[in-house]
């Protein structure tokens, strides 16, 4: 019997898989539990919809990150900060302060998480890294002065 799979079924396979199984298998244990539908032509007409649909949101999001990466990619963000004679900061500058200043800038909403760079205690030239998306990185440089 053909079915598709409602949630991950170990050994089985993934959500949203068509797999053949045995009649007894999926009337009792598969169908009971709501793991597993028939695979009827409307049920796979829509699990194609939806996939498609997934498809297509997962595109639009790479899109989007890409975009963001362009306007991004070699800008440099100025900061301000506080120190003492030697060069040192009074703390230290934060990648959420960071993400606020590119935010204002550039009009981009960056996640402080999503946002790597080395400690910034000192003035001076730092490079960070805005991980967008899976494979999509931008390279930014940041300048701390005084």
């Keep these: ?9 170990k050994s089985k396979g993934k959500k949203g898989d068509l797999i053949n199984v045995s009649d007894g298998y999926a009337r ?5 539990k709501n793991l597993a539908t028939i695979a009827d032509s409307a049920a796979i007409s829509e699990m194609n919809s939806q996939k498609a649909a997934t498809e297509h949101h997962k595109q639009e999001e790479i899109d ?23 060069g040192r900061l009074f703390g ?7 993400a606020d ?7 981009v909403n960056v996640d402080k998480k999503k ?10 030239d730092y490079t960070a890294e805005v991980k967008l998306y899976k494979g999509i990185v931008a ?3 940041i300048k701390v002065e005084e």
């Design 92 to 98: 230290s500058i934060t990648s959420k302060e960071i």
């Design 64 to 86: 989007a990150a890409k975009a963001v990466a362009k306007i991004l990619d070699g800008k440099t963000v100025t900061l301000k900060a506080k120190g003492g004679s030697s």
């Design 139 to 141: 390279k930014l440089s």
């Design 28 to 32: 009792n244990f598969l169908f009971p």
């Design 1 to 9: 019997m053909k079915v598709i799979l409602l949630a991950d079924v």
């Design 115 to 124: 946002l790597s760079v080395a400690d910034i205690k000192n003035f001076g």
């Design 101 to 107: 200043e590119i935010n204002r800038v550039f009009s």
